[in-house]
């Protein structure tokens, strides 16, 4: 059956590498051997297969670990993961099983980006502010949590947020956010959020890579600002839906 890459196609994903070979799992006890266009992965864990466009293709999660042990390029395994996360293609417990029973080999850095996935980082762009965030020493904040003011109406699921101060950062990335259909929902949450007394940061990521001393500035002013004033009282809970 179709695997990594190759499946992955098939499925409409779309951050993928250019690589066209063919990569392929066999039976463990076949002999078969690789070719200059067709990768061979002899495996003892050969799953049930999917069918894509009459091809029988390996399961999402798998595809995507057998793809990410591939790849070098940590944004690469990123933008994978958040996209088979974010489109609801596999879950991230599907992701961790397929790992932890992989062969040891190229698992590191998947093993890491699952990690951040984990953690609610949905996309590339989030993945590098966070970095920045947190190598900077601000304070922790919660990634990808729903939010609720304090009559349990949902207010939206920010990219981040410190709720004991009322402050959001939303990281208006063009990939995810900033679609004609996605910009109106954070057009929307911003007004919900900002009429219930929430202070609104916005970075893109260009912004946060090559002005990190400003945008760090801008963060650590407002937080220091909410800390100034009642904050109103909110509550954040692990998001189980998508972006909205």
């Known amino acids: 059956m179709l695997t990594g890459v190759t499946a992955l196609r098939a499925y409409g994903v779309r951050s993928l590498p250019a690589d066209d070979r063919i990569y392929v799992l066999v039976p463990h006890r076949r002999q078969y051997k690789s070719t200059i266009f ?3 992965e002899r495996t003892r864990r050969l799953p049930s297969h999917r069918n894509r466009d009459n091809l029988p ?44 029973d992989a062969q040891i080999r190229g698992t590191a850095l998947p093993r890491r980006v699952l990690r951040e996935v984990s953690a609610g980082v ?28 304090d009559n349990g109406v949902w207010l939206g699921c920010p990219d981040a947020v410190w709720p004991e101060l009322g402050v959001v950062l939303e990281v208006d990335s063009l990939e995810w956010h900033l679609s004609p259909a996605s910009y109106r929902k954070t057009l929307a949450r911003h007004r919900r959020m900002t009429a219930v007394g929430i202070l609104v940061i916005h970075v893109t990521p260009g912004q946060a890579r090559d002005g990190a001393a400003a945008f760090l500035a801008d963060i650590t002013g407002t ?3 909410a800390s100034a004033r009642p904050a109103p009282r909110l509550t954040a809970r692990p998001t189980t839906t998508a972006a909205a």
């Open 38 to 40: 067709a990768v061979l």
């Open 57 to 100: 293709c390996a399961p999402i999660a798998r595809a995507t670990v057998d793809a990410a042990r591939r790849l070098r390029d940590e944004n690469q395994v990123r933008g994978l993961i958040a996209e088979v996360v974010q489109r609801r293609m596999c879950t991230v417990r599907e992701l961790a099983i397929e790992i932890r």
């Open 122 to 149: 949905r996309s590339v762009a989030e993945g590098d502010v966070r970095r920045i965030v947190e190598r900077a020493g601000v304070a922790p904040a919660l990634w990808n949590h729903d939010l609720f003011d």
């Open 223 to 225: 937080l220091a600002a």
